[in-house]
């Protein structure tokens, strides 16, 4: 979850997340595997959504008028909130150090909510994030504030010095290929390789090897978790999802201690979550043609992906890779990683009355596509940037560029706008031929008419 920093703090807008990943491995290249459901805390879904918009989960972050020179005040409120935190973005909280002074720190809202056509959608995969090298947490910037800050504002650089240290640390490790994907597997993977996996305190140095690629993700919608019975694109993040949701807390935390804190307060924001409802679909939908497209999709796509409606069931099946045929990368690399995986399972995280463990798989898990229509790009790394190309890959670009300065939503064609190009570019283009970033698998809609698939594509509308 960190940030996006603006002139020196170029690099303060990114991280949240929530987001562990890894393995051991369960293989069965013949059938897909249901996941069994596992115990779930409930609580205060208001007091949630506070904790939410408002809490110290992470505890640390910039000084605030430095942050204010840098980005200025935010003019949009969508949150509504008021005092200090009506004048940042929504994807920030403003929270008071040990000696009082005020910091900005980063919050989930970074990767898990997204403004869409002027008005913000919590809960959406935040796909205008810009985690290429030196956009998130530049380390060079941060080195520079710290130094300025200790020589001229000496209790603003105490209150924000452990934030500085460790995002100055981890922000090398973040750069991805192209805008638009998310690193929070990487960040996960560098935060634990610093902390003690009992007490959780940080080391400047790294206590495991990190892998050496960053492979991207896309942001899964926070509303589809109520459905699901293990977290994260494998479905490896299995027992109680609030310690995967209390993640971020890595980037700050002080000690165990400090993080059980945060723990007893997570049941109450996963009780908001599990209350979020997918968008409605805004334009018109021509229901003959939608009611022939459910039963093409039950007959077709229902064993995977559920019913919904009144025959409402999801299944929580893992797909291994010899069917589902996507990119690899992601499980083999972010969710393959043994150090990761046994640090995580031996950790403080794995203990108590609200246990969680890693799981490993090769393959994916068949999502909810509650509100399918609104999640473009699609693909687990984001790599089909409309729906229709989903269910024919002969569609597929593989090269594409979106216009990041203009976060318009076409409603039609259920994605961003884009536009295809001949050749790889820039940190813009979208490049299929990097790895973790192909295009190739799910193609199981190209056995589809094209008849059938527009009526199918009307269906989804209404979910």
């Known amino acids: 979850m960190l940030t996006r ?9 990114g991280l949240v997340v929530v987001l562990l990943s890894s393995h051991t491995s369960l293989r069965d290249p013949v059938k897909p595997i249901p996941i069994p459901p596992s115990p779930q805390r409930s609580g205060d879904a208001a007091k949630g959504y506070q904790y939410l918009v408002s809490g110290d989960y992470v505890k640390g972050g910039l000084p605030y008028d430095l942050f204010l020179m840098g980005r200025g005040k935010d003019s949009t409120n969508f949150l509504h909130r008021t005092g200090l935190n009506a004048t940042v973005g929504h994807d920030f909280t403003v929270v008071k150090a040990p000696n009082g002074e005020n910091l900005v720190a980063p919050n989930c809202l970074q990767c898990h909510a997204q403004v869409v056509n002027d008005s913000l959608v919590l809960g959406l995969g935040n796909t205008f994030i810009d985690f290429t090298q030196g956009q998130q947490l530049n380390a060079n910037a941060l080195r520079m504030m710290g130094t300025m800050l200790k020589r001229n504002a000496p209790s603003k650089y105490e209150a924000s010095a452990p934030f500085i240290q460790v995002a100055g640390t981890i922000g090398p490790y973040l750069g991805t290929a192209v805008r638009g994907v998310n690193a929070a597997d990487r960040l996960a993977a560098v935060l634990v390789a610093h902390r003690d996996p009992i007490t959780l305190k940080w080391s400047d140095s790294a206590l495991m090897q990190l892998p050496n690629e960053v492979i991207p993700s896309d942001v899964p919608a926070w509303w589809l978790l109520k459905k699901k019975n293990a977290m994260f694109y494998n479905g490896f993040g299995r027992g109680d999802f609030g310690r995967f949701l209390m993640a971020s807390n890595l980037l700050t935390v002080t000690d165990s201690s400090e993080a059980g804190q945060v723990d007893r307060k997570i049941s109450d924001l996963l009780s908001f979550i599990n209350k979020l409802k997918a968008p409605v679909y805004p ?3 021509d229901t ?4 022939k497209g459910q039963q093409i999709f039950i007959d077709n796509c229902s064993k995977c992906h559920g019913k919904y409606g009144a ?3 999801y299944p929580n099946l893992l797909i291994p890779a010899a069917i589902i045929k996507t990119d690899e990368a992601l499980f083999k690399s972010n969710y393959q990683y043994p150090q990761f995986v046994e640090w995580f399972n031996r950790s403080w995280f794995s203990m108590g009355d609200h246990p969680a463990r890693l799981v490993p798989f090769d393959g994916y898990i068949a999502p909810p596509l509650d509100g399918v229509w609104s999640t473009a790009p699609y693909l687990h790394n984001g790599s089909v940037p ?3 190309a989903v269910l024919n890959t002969k569609l597929r670009p593989k090269y594409w560029k ?5 976060n318009k939503y076409d409603v039609n064609q259920m994605s961003w706008e884009f536009t295809a190009v001949a050749t790889p570019g ?4 979208y490049n299929t031929d990097l790895k973790g970033y192909g295009n190739q698998g ?3 809609g190209d056995k589809l008419s094209n008849t059938e698939r527009r009526a199918v594509l009307e269906y989804l509308k209404t979910l």
């Open 311 to 313: 025959e409402e069931e």
């Open 402 to 406: 979106r216009n990041f300065a203009n």
């Open 283 to 285: 334009g018109k939908v």
């Open 288 to 291: 003959t043609l939608a009611l």
């Open 386 to 388: 409309f729906l229709e």
């Open 442 to 444: 799910h193609e199981f």
């Open 5 to 13: 920093i603006s002139l020196l703090l170029i690099g303060f807008v």
């Open 426 to 429: 820039d940190k813009q283009v």
